[in-house]
């Protein structure tokens, strides 16, 4: 079992930069690949970015890429979103996920966080 705890959302001018990480706790959070997905309302939660357990490899939407950067820290138990350059059109709720395998498929993850919400303003 993995529970898994958003932080970092908030209200962020576009052009800014937020920081979002999610803090696991339970076993082997280092066995797990981590993903950030993100959802507004009346929309399925869509993929953001993943990050395989060792963090050897990332993968990110084309939405997010040149902008974003998932990373993790093992040690802290710990994994980052770093958002750069953000635009209206990323406004959401981001969720952090766990699960055995790094995909872009919201249902091959196990465990999900609270979410956290992010909210750009032009």
């Known amino acids: 079992q993995v529970h898994l705890v958003e932080s970092g959302g908030g209200l962020v ?17 280092s066995s797990y690949a981590m993903g950030w997905f ?12 993943a990050i395989m357990w060792s963090g050897g490899s990332s993968y990110y939407a084309d939405s997010v890429k040149g902008r974003f950067t998932i990373s993790r820290d ?13 635009k209206p059109e990323d406004t959401a709720v981001y969720y952090c996920a766990a699960g055995g395998l ?21």
Request: aromatic share 10%; proline share 2%; with cysteine.
């Open 74 to 86: 093992n040690a802290k138990n710990t994994v980052y979103l770093q958002m750069n350059r953000l």
């Open 102 to 122: 790094i995909t872009m498929r919201r249902n091959q993850y196990d465990y999900w966080g609270q979410g956290t919400q992010v909210t750009v303003s032009s």
């Open 38 to 49: 993100r959802q507004t309302p009346g929309k399925e939660r869509e993929f953001v970015a």
């Open 13 to 29: 001018q576009a052009g800014g930069s937020l920081r979002l990480s999610c803090a696991a706790s339970g076993r082997s959070f």
